[in-house]
């Protein structure tokens, strides 16, 4: 749905553009893990494998849990249901707003509704979110630039049955305009301090033709960081919005710069993840021709960082006519376009029934199937490792209450990691 190598030990470098244009590296290289992480594994992934969960969905892009041992799928084309722990998907939607949602030209478009996340308080409030795309005329422009589009981050709750929402109950928090029909972006999670963050793409079209991602008056090409309980700031770029602004956020006494704005410096986003264990931050960001990266923020890092696009493709200099803002963060790993053309973000691995998974990020790519692992080695450093070729459309990565991972298959399955038979 959004056709759109091991490197370095260090997690990050700085990158300083001088007066003349010619970068430099920082003299100190971050390497250290954050404080307190799990203990992270040794070597490749143990013999595990994927198996068919639920099958019979449409166009699944997103999954999600609510604290319980259901599964909540995302269908593009604007429906939520409800998969129950031995993979029976039920057959009333959860939520059904296809009639609001713009699904765009078919299979393969980047937008819809692509995003879901469960309130902290769900179980006593009942609010969710969801993350869609709307037009605001009937025929919306397929392609091109126009004035039409939007992003819409809404709320809405459930009802006195569980396994139904009502979609009468929409309160719209946040809204910002695309002015093409892909990059997207799309993902939503609640983080570890109990705040929203929004995965924004840069909106399009090839090469950020606007420069919106490092823009800081835009909230394209960045991740997002809002409270939706209120007590904040008030908000700055979108003055309608029903949300607060963290007074923590990075950029809050930064003049020109979105207060909303976590981290920056992205072309599409396409899934992000907190590691339960260590509140550590996972991203996988779409490359342009050659090149896609997964990038890292530790647990309580407090600055904004610039992941580089489109000043950088991944490492590569990209667009030498990009003045990227301050510091630019290169990526924890990177990939070539030979093995895959679209990443697809995951979870490190916090389950129970694979003990031996623990500490691994689990990650994809929508157009080769492939599915990798990223992990740190006794010396702390990032190593990486082929799982498994698939003949899947990876679309997302989600996991259930108990840390246990799932593949989501764009063409209709929900696959489980489990412990390959002896």
Same mark, same amino acid.
């Given at each position: 749905?959004?056709?759109?190598?091991?490197?370095?030990? $260090?997690?990050?470098?700085?990158?300083?553009?001088?007066?003349?244009?010619?970068?430099?590296?920082?003299?100190?290289?971050?390497?250290?893990?954050?404080?307190?992480?799990?203990?992270?594994?040794?070597?490749?992934?143990?013999?595990?494998?994927?198996?068919?969960?639920?099958?019979?969905? !449409?166009?699944?892009?997103?999954?999600?849990?609510?604290?319980?041992?259901?599964?909540?799928?995302?269908?593009?084309?604007?429906?939520?249901?409800?998969?129950?722990?031995?993979?029976?998907?039920?057959?009333?939607?959860?939520?059904?707003? $296809?009639?609001?949602?713009?699904?765009?030209?078919?299979?393969?478009?980047?937008?819809?509704?692509?995003?879901?996340?469960?309130?902290?308080?769900?179980?006593?409030?009942?609010?969710?979110?969801?993350?869609?795309?709307? %037009?605001?005329?009937?025929? &919306?422009?397929?392609?091109?630039?126009?004035?039409?589009?939007?992003?819409?981050?809404?709320?809405?709750?459930? $009802?006195?049955?569980?396994?139904?929402?009502?979609?009468?109950?929409?309160?719209?928090?946040?809204?910002?305009?695309?002015?093409?029909?892909?990059? !997207?972006?799309?993902?939503?999670?609640?983080?570890?301090?109990?705040?929203?963050?929004?995965?924004?793409?840069?909106?399009?079209?090839?090469?950020?033709?606007?420069?919106?991602?490092? !823009?800081?008056?835009?909230?394209?090409?960045?991740?997002?960081?809002?409270?939706?309980?209120?007590?904040?700031?008030?908000?700055? %770029?979108?003055?309608?919005?029903?949300?607060?602004?963290?007074?923590?956020?990075?950029?809050?006494?930064?003049?020109?710069? &979105?207060?909303?704005? *976590?981290?920056?410096?992205?072309?599409?986003? *396409?899934?992000?993840?907190?590691?339960?264990?260590?509140?550590?931050?996972?991203?996988?960001?779409?490359?342009?021709?050659?090149?896609?990266?997964?990038?890292?923020?530790?647990?309580?890092?407090?600055?904004?960082?610039?992941?580089?696009?489109?000043?950088?493709?991944?490492?590569?200099?990209?667009?030498?006519?990009?003045?990227?803002?301050?510091?630019?963060?290169?990526?924890?790993?990177?990939?070539?376009?030979?093995?895959?053309?679209?990443?697809?973000?995951?979870?490190?691995?916090?389950?129970?029934?694979?003990?031996?998974?623990?500490?691994?990020?689990?990650?994809?790519?929508? &157009?080769?199937?492939?599915?990798?692992?990223?992990?740190?080695?006794?010396?702390?450093?990032?190593?990486?490792?082929?799982?498994?070729?698939?003949?899947?459309?990876?679309?997302?990565?989600?996991?259930?209450?108990?840390?246990?991972?799932?593949?989501?298959?764009?063409?209709?399955?929900?696959?489980?990691?489990?412990?390959?038979?002896?």
């Amino acid at each position: 749905m959004k056709p759109h190598v091991n490197r370095t030990p $260090t997690w990050i470098i700085l990158i300083l553009f001088t007066a003349l244009g010619l970068f430099a590296f920082a003299a100190s290289l971050l390497t250290s893990a954050h404080p307190g992480a799990a203990s992270a594994p040794v070597g490749g992934p143990p013999d595990i494998s994927i198996v068919p969960f639920a099958d019979g969905l !449409n166009l699944p892009v997103d999954i999600a849990h609510a604290g319980d041992s259901r599964l909540f799928v995302v269908e593009q084309t604007g429906v939520i249901r409800i998969v129950q722990a031995d993979g029976t998907v039920l057959p009333t939607p959860f939520l059904d707003i $296809t009639a609001r949602v713009e699904y765009g030209f078919g299979e393969g478009n980047e937008q819809g509704l692509l995003g879901l996340a469960f309130d902290p308080n769900y179980a006593s409030n009942g609010y969710f979110y969801v993350n869609y795309t709307y %037009c605001t005329i009937a025929d &919306c422009p397929d392609y091109g630039d126009t004035p039409f589009l939007y992003t819409r981050i809404s709320r809405f709750s459930v $009802t006195a049955n569980e396994n139904i929402a009502n979609p009468n109950s929409e309160v719209v928090i946040l809204t910002i305009q695309q002015p093409y029909g892909e990059h !997207n972006g799309g993902d939503l999670s609640f983080g570890p301090d109990d705040y929203l963050y929004i995965g924004m793409g840069d909106g399009g079209s090839a090469n950020d033709p606007e420069n919106r991602s490092q !823009n800081g008056m835009e909230l394209l090409g960045k991740i997002l960081r809002i409270d939706v309980d209120g007590g904040g700031l008030a908000p700055e %770029c979108d003055p309608a919005g029903l949300y607060t602004i963290p007074s923590d956020n990075p950029f809050v006494s930064t003049a020109n710069t &979105c207060n909303e704005i *976590w981290q920056f410096g992205l072309r599409n986003p *396409w899934r992000f993840s907190f590691d339960r264990a260590t509140g550590d931050f996972y991203l996988g960001d779409v490359g342009q021709w050659t090149t896609e990266e997964v990038d890292y923020v530790p647990a309580g890092y407090s600055l904004g960082l610039n992941f580089g696009w489109s000043a950088f493709e991944g490492t590569n200099p990209y667009l030498t006519d990009v003045d990227p803002l301050g510091y630019v963060t290169m990526p924890i790993h990177q990939y070539p376009h030979v093995d895959g053309c679209s990443v697809t973000g995951g979870f490190v691995y916090r389950g129970a029934a694979l003990p031996e998974l623990q500490g691994y990020y689990f990650f994809g790519d929508y &157009c080769s199937g492939r599915v990798w692992t990223l992990y740190r080695n006794s010396t702390n450093q990032w190593q990486h490792a082929l799982f498994m070729e698939t003949q899947r459309v990876v679309s997302s990565f989600g996991e259930d209450e108990a840390g246990e991972l799932y593949l989501v298959d764009y063409k209709g399955d929900i696959l489980k990691l489990v412990a390959a038979p002896s």
